[in-house]
């Protein structure tokens, strides 16, 4: 409804009316609403004045009614308004109320407006709700400063330049390391906690900025109470008056301490990520997922075989990949794209001079927020040094350890903190063990050690481990096999300490070293004995000197009462005599061959090598014993005597008169004696056969003992035991060896083997004689074919076929090579190691099997497997039986004799 119009009023309250955002009324002094700005209508609507008032709440309705009556104001109170569906709202409304004076001139009026009253007043209504958000959102904007300063570090300060006075809000007083309070400090205070190279420097710059307006910001250290520092951004901007001059400051600090340090650290970092990437020689690149360009380090150039680091499109980085690596690089950069875990690839890149460099690269996707590919980050290492540094480190490895296998070699290592203990497979091998024994090496490594070896091994470790100068460690003991034998080991260890000396680790070696020991304690036998036969040799001597003083007595007054013709004998008289004479002479002949063997076993025994004609040294050696044997009924004769022999002839004929004089008198009455020789070089053989009355095995073993006349002695026969031992000395002194085979009741036939000699052939010599207390070897020459690729094992099996004069030694140190050699030379037995460089020893059987020329060929399996499976295996295969290592030099002697006397 139209209003009416409103007493006369200053033209600024009339505006104020229009332009207020709160509910303004203007009533008389009866309360009639004379007018309403929009903000009253459209909080209440239209309606009289009473009609608004009844929709207050008591009494404060009375109240306005009452201080309408008096011409009084009414005092900003709380009050509730009720709505009525005639103003078209449903919701009350809260708010504050008052009534002022309205200021009117009194007694004017409008033109064609209502008469003036006595007086009008101002009714203004303030709705809470919008108070309330006010401040509501005042205190919003109050706590997102607050936030906004405290997490980025904020401080608001300003300063009066007239007055000199300040505001610094908390978070300043802070930055300064000062107590809040009100105000500011003065610059000259604040200053002074500056740091003191940044003092000048900030003073010069504040007295400049207060000279005019203008924006202006520096950067400085403050020095906090407990010496740290803070690094301050100040910003501020000088405001003039209205007379141009610079009046008041208005500005901010930022701490920029932690940006600071964290940009300082990144630096860092990027700088070491920089020198490590050049070290290890890392390319780092960065490829653009939208462009393809390409950014890389100066690894990355050198890579590529660039100048230096340049943008490049992808493309042209895949160029310089081998055409069969780049469909490998895009699709690890495809995986990359759908997976969230870095791709990797291993390529070649092509290199000016046409090689290739191995290269490991990874990628990974970079993603913006929403999850797109944005870039592909990524690293790539240059792995071809050591690539090929690790293929030779292999191929080194690989050689120690065909080395070691070779030589029988194990490896092994101990962590002494933690007591653990690591065997390589040959480690076991020298235990007798299986690899997949399962007792832990750390407990076998006592438990197989020989009783008596355990303490001395133990306290060797201790003294060395004690011994901070120590460094290598090394000693021999013996182990205990599951079968009972007992092996010799040597091991080598070097020791690993710490800073402080303390040894943690030790490495070692084991090798078997059964065949040095058994071949030392063959060497200290043999001197033993020697020395021992020396000693003898030497008494013996003394002795017989000694005998033959008075022996010379016996016999020559013996001789003068034969030959008194003034007083001569009688006839029981010269019969004692003689058998004094008989009996002194077979004593001076025992004193003599004592004599012979004396010088024989000392050495000093003189021997001239000449090349003879068998028939000459037998028939010489014949004639001398035929009057013996026509004595006793028994018939000589001789067979093929055919070649040379290169001999001492003395004591060729000395050998020979005692082969022959004992078939003569150990034969049967009316027998038979036999003497034949051959020259087949490089061995010669005189053999003699009597149909007698033959030796058993035992005696045999016996035979060329001295004195030991095996039990003849109680068959009236004559003898020393002594001649058979003068003849084998000799024969070894020589370079060759008598050989005997006999059986009880079939006679006996002696061998002599010498070495064999050419019709006319000058400057003849002997090799070293063999050692007399060895087994004898086969009567006939036989040839041994030895298929082992270790040295060490070849040149043991050649020093004991040596001691053989009758055995040729070939050697193949492969499998291959073993085959052929058979199918040549055609041997009459071949020793076989069952693990050789190229085949196994099963595997050369089968190929000798299978060849016509060599199936019948007889095949010993000769090796250091000792397990019962790995014995019952090579039988199975055809072998026609199974040697061990480490020799055991007489049982080798012996059962090679056995072997090759088998025919």
Not at 1 to 27: F, T
Not at 269 to 298: C, K
Request: aromatic fraction near 6%; charged fraction near 25%.
């Amino acid at each position: 409804m139209p209003l009416p119009s409103l007493p006369a009023a200053p033209g600024w309250a009339h505006a104020l009316l229009d332009l207020a955002a709160e509910p303004m009324a203007v009533w008389d002094a009866q309360g009639e609403r004379l007018y309403a700005n929009r903000a009253w209508e459209s909080c209440f609507g239209g309606g009289s004045h009473e009609a608004w008032l009844s929709r207050l709440g008591e009494p404060l309705q009375t109240r306005v009614r009452e201080a309408l009556r008096r011409g009084e104001g009414v005092a900003p109170v709380r009050a509730t308004w009720l709505p009525s569906l005639a103003c078209g709202r449903l919701d009350p409304s809260e708010g504050e109320f008052a009534l002022s004076p309205w200021p009117a001139a009194e007694g004017a009026a409008p033109a064609g407006g209502t008469p003036v009253h006595e007086r009008c007043w101002l009714a203004r209504w303030l709705p809470l709700q919008a108070q309330h958000r006010a401040e509501r959102r005042a205190e919003i904007l109050a706590e997102r400063l607050e936030v906004a300063q405290e997490f980025g570090r904020l401080g608001v300060w300003g300063r009066d330049l007239r007055s000199g006075g300040g505001f610094w809000d908390a978070h300043v007083f802070r930055f300064f390391g000062m107590p809040v309070r009100e105000g500011a400090p003065s610059f000259q205070e604040a200053n002074e906690r500056v740091h003191p190279e940044d003092q000048e420097r900030l003073r010069r710059l504040w007295y400049r900025s207060l000279e005019a307006e203008g924006r202006y910001d520096v950067h400085y250290r403050v020095v906090q109470p407990d010496g740290s520092l803070k690094r301050i951004h100040s910003q501020w901007m000088v405001k003039a008056d209205a007379s141009g001059r610079p009046a008041r400051v208005v500005g901010v600090m930022m701490d920029d301490t932690d940006s600071y340090e964290i940009g300082r650290r990144m630096e860092s970092i990027s700088t070491h990520l920089a020198m490590a990437a050049e070290l290890v020689g890392l390319v780092i690149w960065h490829q653009d997922w939208a462009s393809g360009i390409t950014h890389f380090n100066d690894e990355g150039a050198r890579l590529l075989g660039l100048q230096h680091a340049r943008p490049l499109h992808i493309e042209e980085i895949y160029a310089h990949l081998h055409p069969d690596d780049r469909p490998v690089a895009r699709q690890a950069s495809e995986r990359a794209l759908r997976a969230d875990a870095p791709v990797d690839a291993m390529l070649r890149y092509l290199q000016p001079d046409g090689s290739t460099r191995q290269v490991l690269t990874r990628r990974v996707a970079e993603r913006d927020a929403d999850g797109r590919c944005v870039a592909i980050i990524g690293v790539a290492l240059d792995l071809t040094d050591r690539e090929r540094t690790e293929a030779e480190l292999r191929e080194a490895r690989h050689r120690i350890a065909l080395a070691a296998q070779g030589v029988g070699m194990g490896t092994w290592e101990r962590d002494l903190v933690h007591d653990v203990s690591y065997w390589d497979a040959q480690m076991y091998r020298l235990r007798g063990l299986r690899r997949d024994e399962p007792r832990p090496a750390n407990e076998l490594r006592i438990a197989c050690v020989h009783p008596d070896d355990v303490e001395p091994m133990l306290r060797t470790y201790r003294e060395a481990w004690q011994d901070r100068g120590c460094d290598v460690v090394g000693h021999e003991f013996r182990v205990v096999w599951p079968d009972g034998s007992v092996h010799w080991l040597a091991s080598r260890a070097r020791i690993l300490r710490d800073a402080s000396g303390r040894p943690v680790r030790m490495l070692g070696v084991n090798w078997d070293i059964t065949e040095v020991k058994q071949a030392e304690q063959i060497r200290r036998e043999k001197e033993a004995a020697e020395q021992s036969s020396r000693a003898k040799s030497e008494f013996l001597a003394r002795m017989s000197h000694e005998l033959r003083t008075p022996l010379n007595a016996v016999l020559g007054f013996a001789q003068v009462l034969q030959a008194d013709q003034e007083e001569p004998l009688s006839g029981p008289q010269r019969t004692r005599v003689d058998h004094i004479v008989a009996a002194g002479r077979h004593l001076l002949a025992l004193i003599d061959d004592v004599l012979d063997l004396a010088r024989i076993e000392s050495g000093a025994v003189q021997l001239e090598a000449r090349v003879i004609a068998l028939q000459d040294a037998v028939v010489d050696a014949v004639e001398l014993v035929a009057p013996i044997a026509r004595r006793a009924d028994i018939a000589v004769h001789l067979g093929p005597l055919q070649g040379w022999v290169v001999a001492d002839r003395l004591r060729l004929r000395q050998i020979l008169m005692n082969l022959l004089s004992n078939a003569v008198k150990y034969n049967r009455p009316g027998g038979e004696v036999t003497v034949s020789g051959q020259s087949r070089p490089p061995w010669a053989w005189i053999e003699v056969r009597d149909t007698g009355i033959g030796m058993s095995e035992e005696q045999l073993k016996r035979l060329f003992e001295p004195f030991n006349r095996l039990g003849r002695e109680r068959e009236g026969i004559e003898g020393t035991g002594i001649g058979l031992a003068i003849a084998q000395q000799l024969a070894q002194h020589m370079g060759g060896l008598i050989k005997v085979r006999s059986r009880p009741g079939e006679g006996s036939e002696f061998r002599l083997w010498l070495p064999a000699g050419e019709d006319g052939q000058r400057g003849a010599s002997w090799t070293s004689p063999a050692a007399h207390e060895v087994p004898s070897v086969r009567p006939r020459a036989s040839h041994l074919l030895y298929v082992e690729d270790n040295p060490v094992n070849v040149l043991l099996v050649e020093e004991l076929v040596r001691l053989r004069p009758g055995v040729q030694l070939s050697v193949a140190t492969s499998g291959a090579e073993g085959v052929e050699m058979a199918r040549s030379l055609q041997p009459d037995l071949a020793l076989i190691d069952m693990q050789l460089p190229d085949i196994t020893g099963e595997e050369v059987l089968r190929r000798l099997r299978a060849d016509p020329s060599t199936a019948y060929l007889r095949c010993i399996a000769l090796s250091a497997n000792a397990m019962q499976e790995d014995v019952d295996r090579a039988l199975a295969a055809g072998f026609e039986a199974y040697w061990t290592k480490p020799i055991d030099v007489k049982r080798f002697l012996h059962a090679l004799d056995e072997t090759l006397a088998t025919e």
